[in-house]
C-alpha cells in the first residue's frame, strides 16, 4: 500500500532558526513530490518536485527530491512567526495523491 | 475570483439527516477531487474525477455519493450521516494531462459536525 511518512511530527523553534522537514514515500508508478502549508484552512500549495536533484525555491522555503532514496526534505530558514503551520508532503502516483500526517511546525517569537 | 469553492463553510446537523455539499471551480481544471481531513488532521482522498467521469472511489460508504453536473461542479451528498462523518470536507482540482502530475488546488473547506 502506498504510503507516505513525515517527520517530526511536531517542531517548536524560535523565529531566526533554520529547520528542515522531512518526507520519505513509497508510492506506486510515483510522479510528483508536492508540498503544501496549511494555517487555518485549506493546504496553499508550495513544491512541485518530479525530477531528482533540482532544489526548488521559494524565498525563504526551499525544497529537494531524492527519487532513489525515496524522500524529499523542505527547508526553512529564517524562520518567522508566520511559517507557524502544518507542512504537508504527498505523494503523486498512480492517480492519487497520498498525503502524510503532516509536521506541525510552531514559530515562537 | 476564488479559484476553488465550497458551500457550506460550517454545516452542523444531527445524525441520520442527508445533507450537500457544493463544489465549484472556476479555473478550467478537467479534475476534481473530494478529501476528508479527520481531527488529527490527516488528509485522505475520497473520490476523484475527471471531465465529469468517476476516477476513483475509495473505501468510502455508500452514503457517500458525489455527482459532477459539469467538469467545474463536483458535489458531495451524504446520507444518514453518523457521528464519525464529523470532519473538514475539502474540495481539490487540478489539470491532469498526459504527464499528471497532481498539482491539486484546495477550497476553503466544510466543516462538517454531526452530533
Known amino acids: 500500500e502506498d504510503k507516505v511518512v513525515q517527520s517530526p511530527l511536531s517542531l517548536v523553534v524560535h523565529e531566526g532558526d533554520t529547520v528542515t522537514l522531512n518526507c520519505s514515500y513509497e508510492v506506486t508508478n510515483f510522479r510528483s513530490l508536492l508540498w503544501y502549508k496549511q494555517e487555518k484552512k485549506a493546504p496553499t500549495f508550495l513544491f512541485m518536485l518530479?525530477?531528482?536533484?533540482i532544489e526548488k525555491k521559494s524565498g525563504r522555503l526551499s525544497s529537494i527530491l531524492d527519487k532513489k532514496e525515496l524522500f524529499s526534505i523542505l527547508n526553512i530558514t529564517a524562520t518567522q512567526t508566520g511559517d507557524s503551520a502544518i507542512y504537508l508532503c504527498a505523494g503523486g502516483g498512480s492517480e492519487k495523491l497520498v498525503f502524510g500526517k503532516g509536521t506541525k511546525l510552531t514559530v515562537n517569537p | 475570483d476564488t479559484a476553488v469553492s465550497q458551500t457550506p463553510k460550517y454545516l452542523v446537523t444531527q445524525m441520520g439527516n442527508d445533507k450537500s455539499i457544493k463544489c465549484e471551480q472556476n479555473?478550467?481544471?478537467?479534475?476534481m477531487y473530494w478529501y476528508k481531513q479527520d481531527s488529527k488532521k490527516f488528509l485522505k482522498i475520497m473520490f476523484s474525477?475527471?471531465?465529469?467521469?468517476?476516477?476513483i472511489n475509495e473505501t468510502v460508504p455508500n452514503r457517500f455519493s458525489p455527482k459532477s453536473p459539469d467538469k467545474a461542479h463536483l458535489n458531495l451528498h451524504i446520507n444518514s450521516l453518523e457521528l464519525g462523518d464529523s470532519a473538514v470536507y475539502f474540495c481539490?482540482?487540478?489539470?491532469?494531462?498526459?504527464?499528471?502530475?497532481?498539482?491539486?488546488?484546495f477550497g476553503p473547506g466544510t466543516r462538517l459536525t454531526v452530533t
Open positions: 479555473l478550467g481544471h478537467d479534475t
Open positions: 474525477y475527471n471531465n465529469k467521469e468517476l476516477i
Open positions: 481539490a482540482s487540478s489539470q491532469e494531462g498526459e504527464r499528471t502530475t497532481y498539482e491539486q488546488y
Open positions: 518530479t525530477s531528482s536533484g
